[in-house]
C-alpha cells in the first residue's frame, strides 16, 4: 500500500526522487500531454458536475504511474494551504523545489509555465472552510469543493495554474492531491454504498450536462465513477492529519476521521512447516497485511516448540522505501526424525512510531513435519553413434570425452543415488539396470565405470536415434523395482547429433514423466537442440551444448554433468575457478560459505588424480587435513580427487562454518620435473618447469540457492537470448541486492560480460542478441552477502544454440522421402545395388573379376538395412 504525504513532511531523499522522476515525465512529453489533454476537456466532461472528483482521481493515478516508470518509489504528495508552514512559495521547503512565485531557483525552471508575482488578493483556504466542506451529508453537497476550496489554490498561484493547461505546473499534481485527500476523508466519514457515495443529483457548483457521467459509464479516458470510489483499492492511502482532527472535535464532530486508520492483520492462520527433509533448516513466515501510513515496530518470541526466529528482531515496517503492505516474520525450524510433528506458538506484538502497542497475538500456532531426505536416480543415455568418433574440437574424440565426463559423473554420485545406463544409435539398449551406486569403490560403481570404458560405436556407421535412447530409459525406470525408492528418476541424455532414425524424441516425449536433462557435443550444424532443449525445460531439467570445445576447455564436460548431478540433488555451485600446480608449491583456491550452506563438496578435476594431494584451510586459518575429517569424506575418482563435507567441520572441538575457506593442492613426490612431463595433461612454458593444470568446482547443499534459465526468441542469428536468474535465502527472495555478471563464449571463442539487472527483489533479467552461427555459452557468477552479512558466490552455465536446427515438419538431414529414413549418398548407392541398374549377372561377373561379393554383399546390407525386405535389392538377399 502506498502511502500519500503531506510534500512538507518528505524527507530530503524523497523530495530529490520526486523531482528526478518529474523531470523525467516532462522529458519525456507526458507532462504536455497531460496539460492539453485537460485544456482540450475542460469544459467537457471533466469540470462542473460529478465526475470532477473521479475524473480527476484517474488523472492523478495515471500520472503517478509514468513517474514510477522512473522510480517505483514515489508517490504524489499533497499541498494542505490550510497549513502555515505551506501558504508561501518563497520559503524552504517550497522555494528551492518549486522555485517560488517567480520559477527561479527551483527543480523545474525549464518547465513551461509562469506564475503570477503575488497573490493577486486571493486568499488560501482555511481550516474551517476545509471542515465546512467536509460536513456536508452528502454527496453532491460535498462535490461543491470543486467551487471551493479548490478555486482559491489555482488562482492564488495565477497564471498558468489559473488556465486550462494548469497541468503544466507541477504544483497542479500537488494541488489536486489534496483535493483528492479531502475527498476521501469525507468517504471515510461518510461510509455509504456506492451510488450514494456518487450521484448525479445537482449540486450549487456550475454545472454541465458532461459531466453528469453515470455511475457505471466510463468518463474520458476509459475509467468508471465506480471503479474510483475507494481508494484503498487503487493502492494507496493517506495519513491522519492532526491538526485537522483537532479542529473537528473542537466543532464537536464526534468520531470524525482524518485519514486512514493503521490496521494490521495476521493472514497466515498458522505458520506451516510441511515435509522437510531431515536435517535441513528451512523459514517459513507469518504474513500480516497492513494497511494506513506510518512507521511500525514489531517483536516477536517463541513461546513453545523446537522452533527458532530467523533473525530476533525487533523489526522495523516498512523496511525499505519500496511500498508493500506485507510484513513477514520468519521462523526457522530443522528437520527432524522422518515421521516426527511437531507444533509450537509465537507471540508477536507491534508499535507505533510513540511506542503505543497497536497490536498483539499471543498464540501465533506454529506446526511441522519431517521426512526422508529425497533420493535421487539417474540414467545415463549415452549416444554410441559412428559420429562420436569424430573430433571433439580439442584433440579428442567425442567418445573419449564423454567417457572421461562420464565417469567423473559416476565417482561424484553420492552413496544413496540410484544409477542405470542405457546406449543408443540406430537403436537403444540397457546396458546396466538401476541399482543404487554404493560407496566408491562398490562393485555397481566399478561396473558402471568399466561399461562407460566400453562404450562406443564399432566403426562410423550406427546412426542416431535420441528418441529411442529416452524410450528405453524410461522402460528401464518403469520396470525396476527399486524405482519408486527414490523421489527423483532423472535421465541424462548426452548426444553429439540429430536423430535420423525413428523412434524421434517427439514420439516419445509423453512417456517422460520426471526431470530430464542433456548434453549436447558440437555446435548448431549437428545437435538436436529444439526439441530436446523443450523437453528438458518442460520438464524440471535443462540442456547444455558445448560448441567446438577448445584447448582451454579441458574440463568442460565434466563441470556440465556435475552441474547436472547439482541440479537432480537441488545443490548449488559455489565457484569453478581453474589453475595448475607444480612441485614444491601450494596451490590456494578460495569459496566463501555461510551459515545458510548445510555442506559442500570440494572437487579438484585432473587428468592425474594419483599425483594430487589435497586439504582445505578454515576460515580462521585452522589446516584441516583428511586425517581430521570423517571417514568417506575424502573421494579419490579416477579424474578428481575430492572432499565431502557436512557443517560445520569441528576440530579439536571447535566450530569451523561461514567464511572464506581454501582448497590446498599439492604435487605429492620428490619434485621431480621430468615425473611431471610425462604426466597427462601437463603443461609447461619455455624456460619454465611443467606444471599439472587442474579445475577446482565447489558446490553446496545450501538454504541459499540460484536458479537460472535462458530462453530464445528463435535460433537464426538475430534472436534475442532472455536470462533470468532467481536469488533465494531460505525459501525467500535475497534482498540484500547481490550483483550477478554473465561472461559469455561466442562461437569464434571471444567473450563478453553481460551485467544481470535486479528487476525485483531477487530477480535478476538481462537480455542479449545473438549474432553469430554456433553454440553461446553462459557462465553466470552472483556474489554478494547472505542476509547474516557473510559474502557468498553462486555460479551456473546456460548455453544456447543459435544456426540451423530442424523444425517440425522440416526434411530431416538424411530424408530419402516419405517414410523413409537415410542420407542421400546412402539411397543413391542403395539405388545403385537395385534390380534397376544392377542385374542377376552381376554377381557372377563379379566374382570373376576378382569382386568379394560376399563383402560387398555385407556391406550394402549395413547400409540399407532399416528398409522393408521388400524393397532390398537381390544382392542383399
Not at 506484538?349 to 498483539?360: K, L, M, S, Y
Not at 559423473?409 to 540397457?430: E, H, I, K, P, R
Not at 582445505?616 to 571417514?631: K, Y
Not at 575424502?634 to 572432499?643: M, N, Q
Request: aromatic share 8%.
Amino acid at each position: 500500500m502506498r502511502c500519500r504525504k503531506n510534500f512538507v513532511d518528505l524527507t530530503p531523499v524523497e523530495r530529490e526522487r520526486l523531482a528526478d522522476a518529474f523531470n523525467d515525465v516532462f522529458s519525456r512529453g507526458v507532462i504536455s500531454n497531460f496539460a492539453g489533454e485537460h485544456d482540450d476537456h475542460f469544459n467537457h466532461g471533466i469540470h462542473w458536475g460529478p465526475a470532477f472528483l473521479p475524473w480527476h482521481r484517474h488523472f492523478l493515478l495515471r500520472l503517478e504511474t509514468e513517474l514510477r516508470l522512473f522510480d517505483d518509489r514515489v508517490s504524489l504528495p499533497y499541498w494542505d494551504w490550510t497549513r502555515s508552514d505551506s501558504r508561501d512559495l518563497d520559503v524552504e521547503p517550497w522555494k528551492s523545489f518549486f522555485g517560488g512565485r517567480n520559477n527561479s531557483g527551483g527543480r523545474f525552471d525549464h518547465w513551461d509555465y509562469v506564475r503570477r508575482s503575488d497573490d493577486n488578493g486571493v486568499v488560501l483556504p482555511s481550516l474551517a472552510n476545509v471542515l465546512a466542506e467536509l460536513n456536508a451529508n452528502s454527496f453532491p453537497a460535498f462535490r461543491a469543493i470543486e467551487c471551493g476550496t479548490h478555486f482559491p489554490g489555482h488562482n492564488w498561484i495565477g497564471e498558468t495554474m489559473a488556465g486550462g493547461r494548469s497541468p503544466d505546473d507541477p504544483l497542479f499534481y500537488l494541488h489536486h492531491c489534496n483535493v483528492d485527500r479531502l475527498w476521501a476523508i469525507w468517504q471515510l466519514n461518510h461510509p455509504a454504498p456506492a451510488f450514494e457515495q456518487y450521484s448525479g443529483a445537482s449540486s450549487t457548483c456550475n454545472e454541465d450536462s458532461d459531466a453528469f457521467v453515470d455511475l457505471n459509464s466510463p468518463m474520458h479516458g476509459g475509467a468508471t465513477p465506480a471503479s474510483m470510489l475507494s481508494h484503498t483499492a487503487l493502492g494507496y492511502v493517506y495519513h491522519p492529519d492532526d491538526l485537522l482532527l483537532a479542529g473537528a472535535q473542537a466543532q464537536g464532530m464526534a468520531g470524525f476521521v482524518s485519514g486512514d486508520p493503521l490496521t494490521i492483520a495476521l493472514e497466515t492462520p498458522q505458520v506451516i512447516f510441511n515435509d522437510v527433509p531431515e536435517g535441513d533448516t528451512t523459514h517459513r513466515a507469518a504474513l500480516f497485511r497492513i494497511t494506513g501510513c506510518g512507521n511500525l515496530m514489531f517483536q516477536a518470541a517463541i513461546t513453545s516448540g523446537p522452533f527458532t526466529l530467523a533473525d530476533p528482531g525487533p523489526y522495523s515496517f516498512p523496511g525499505s522505501a519500496f511500498p508493500t503492505d506485507q510484513f513477514r516474520v520468519w521462523v526457522q525450524y530443522t528437520g527432524q526424525a522422518p515421521g516426527t510433528l511437531d507444533q509450537g506458538t509465537m507471540s508477536v506484538v507491534a508499535h507505533n512510531a510513540f511506542g503505543d502497542e497497536v497490536w498483539r497475538d499471543d498464540d501465533v500456532p506454529i506446526v511441522a513435519n519431517s521426512v526422508r531426505r529425497p533420493r535421487a536416480s539417474v540414467t545415463l543415455v549415452l549416444d554410441e553413434s559412428g559420429s562420436m568418433l569424430a573430433n571433439a574440437g580439442n584433440n579428442r574424440m567425442r567418445l573419449e570425452v564423454l567417457q572421461y565426463a562420464a565417469t567423473t559423473f559416476v565417482d561424484q554420485l553420492y552413496d544413496d543415488n540410484g544409477v542405470a545406463m542405457v546406449a543408443f544409435s540406430d537403436a537403444a539398449q540397457t546396458v546396466r539396470d538401476l541399482e543404487v551406486a554404493g560407496a566408491l569403490t562398490s562393485g555397481v560403481r566399478n561396473d558402471v565405470r568399466l561399461k562407460i570404458s566400453q562404450h562406443g560405436p564399432p566403426d562410423a556407421y550406427p546412426h542416431t536415434c535420441i528418441g529411442a535412447g529416452i524410450q528405453q530409459a524410461t522402460s528401464l525406470i518403469g520396470a525396476s523395482p527399486i524405482a519408486g525408492d527414490f523421489d527423483t528418476n532423472a535421465i541424462v541424455v548426452f548426444t553429439d547429433g540429430i536423430e535420423d532414425r525413428t523412434p524421434r524424441i517427439a514420439d516419445v516425449q509423453d512417456l517422460i514423466t520426471d526431470r530430464v536433462y542433456a548434453v549436447g557435443v558440437a555446435d548448431a550444424a549437428n545437435v538436436q537442440n529444439d526439441i530436446l532443449r523443450a523437453i528438458a525445460d518442460d520438464s524440471g531439467g535443462f540442456m547444455l551444448v558445448t560448441g567446438a570445445l577448445a584447448q582451454d576447455d579441458e574440463f568442460l564436460l565434466e563441470k556440465f554433468f556435475i552441474q547436472i548431478l547439482a541440479g537432480v540433488l537441488n545443490r548449488d555451485i559455489v565457484r569453478d575457478p581453474e589453475g595448475s600446480v607444480g612441485f614444491g608449491e601450494i596451490a590456494r583456491v578460495p569459496f566463501s560459505i555461510t551459515r545458510s550452506d548445510i555442506a559442500f563438496d570440494a572437487v579438484a578435476l585432473t587428468r592425474a588424480p594419483q599425483f594430487l594431494a589435497i586439504a582445505l584451510q578454515a576460515p580462521d586459518g585452522t589446516i584441516v587435513g583428511v586425517p581430521q575429517l570423517p571417514p568417506d569424506t575424502y573421494r579419490p575418482g579416477s579424474a578428481s580427487r575430492s572432499l565431502r563435507v557436512t557443517l560445520p567441520v569441528l576440530v579439536d572441538g571447535k566450530e569451523h562454518w561461514e567464511g572464506e575457506w581454501q582448497l590446498l593442492l599439492a604435487l605429492m613426490g620428490r619434485g621431480d620435473a621430468a615425473k611431471l612431463t610425462h604426466m597427462p595433461g601437463a603443461i609447461s612454458a619455455p624456460g619454465q618447469a611443467p606444471r599439472l593444470p587442474f579445475h577446482a568446482l565447489f558446490h553446496a547443499r545450501s538454504n541459499l540457492n540460484m536458479r537460472a534459465r535462458l530462453s530464445q526468441t528463435g535460433s537464426a542469428p538475430g534472436s534475442t537470448l532472455y536470462l533470468r536468474a532467481r536469488l533465494t535465502e531460505y525459501g525467500r527472495p535475497l534482498a540484500t541486492h547481490p550483483t550477478i555478471n554473465a561472461t559469455v563464449t561466442l562461437p569464434d571463442q571471444s567473450t563478453t560480460v553481460v551485467a544481470l539487472h535486479e528487476t525485483d527483489v531477487g530477480l535478476f533479467e538481462a537480455a542479449v542478441v545473438a549474432t553469430q552461427n554456433g553454440a553461446h555459452r553462459f557462465h553466470l557468477v552472483a556474489e554478494g552477502h547472505a542476509s547474516r552479512g557473510a559474502r557468498f558466490t553462486r555460479e551456473q552455465l546456460l548455453s544456447a544454440v543459435i544456426g540451423r536446427v530442424p523444425q517440425p515438419g522440416d526434411p530431416r538431414p538424411g530424408d530419402g522421402g516419405p517414410g523413409r529414413d537415410g542420407d542421400g549418398v546412402k539411397d543413391f548407392l542403395c539405388c545403385l545395388l537395385s534390380e534397376r541398374v544392377l542385374t542377376g549377372r552381376f554377381a557372377e561377373f563379379a566374382k570373376r573379376i576378382g569382386i568379394d561379393v560376399d563383402q560387398l554383399r555385407r556391406c550394402a546390407k549395413r547400409m540399407c538395412h532399416h528398409r522393408d525386405e521388400k524393397e532390398q535389392p537381390p544382392i542383399l538377399r
